[in-house]
């Protein structure tokens, strides 16, 4: 696992577009849906892109034991604002991308973090599935969602435009693997512990307070 330098990378917000939604709401397709998918006040210091596939075992990893404790320690101090990128490694994981697009329709209805957390939750039960529609839509079910804010956006293909644009962003940002983190220009990758994005968040924090004062 390793942070690196910026000079090696394509800046993730810019091939995605998401520095253009800073100052035209809407513009491009990746930002659509940026604060539905994001938490954390949009003015923190210092903002996290997780690259993550939901069939990931070690994405799972990170969602379920190590976000917890930064959501903790940082999004809820408004130290850090916390941007989630669909980056599905459909070639090793076959359900991935309905998974992805699932999550977008969803966070269409306002509810990208409750389907996020069951995704993760119940990965073991719609990975191995051939057909993983009917699994992935009872948990819309368990979110307390109604199922006609999303199966239009699922029969359609409406967000599988905006998933293929947000895997290619993280490509070309230098990301191959999940989940991959970018952090204020470097990229640490896998399933890290707390202790490594404590060092990390604390120094670019206290370096970006200091710079203010």
């Known amino acids: 696992m390793r942070l690196r330098l910026r000079s090696l990378l394509l800046p993730l917000p810019l091939v995605l577009g998401l520095e253009a939604h800073a100052q035209t709401p809407g513009t491009t397709p990746a930002d659509l849906l940026l604060d539905a998918r994001s938490k954390g006040s949009a003015t923190a210091p210092v903002t996290v892109y997780e690259m993550s596939d939901f069939q990931c075992p070690y994405c799972r990893r990170q969602a379920v034991e190590t976000f917890p404790e930064l959501e903790r320690r940082y999004i809820a101090t408004g130290k850090v604002r916390w941007v989630f990128i669909n980056f599905p490694l ?124």
Not at 121 to 148: I, T, V
Not at 182 to 203: K, R
């Open 90 to 213: 459909t070639q090793i994981h076959a359900n991935a991308a309905a998974a992805a697009e699932f999550a977008m329709c969803s966070a269409k209805a306002g509810m990208f973090w409750p389907i996020h957390d069951l995704l993760f939750k119940y990965q073991d039960k719609w990975a191995p599935l051939k057909d993983p529609a009917p699994f992935l839509l009872s948990l819309a079910d368990s979110a307390k969602m109604e199922r006609d804010a999303v199966v239009p956006c699922l029969t359609t293909g409406e967000m599988r435009a905006l998933v293929r644009s947000d895997a290619e962003g993280a490509a070309r940002s230098g990301a191959a693997s999940t989940p991959t983190f970018y952090i204020e220009g470097g990229l640490l990758e896998g399933a890290a512990p707390v202790a490594d994005f404590v060092a990390i968040l604390d120094s670019i924090y206290n370096a970006k307070i200091t710079r203010k004062q």
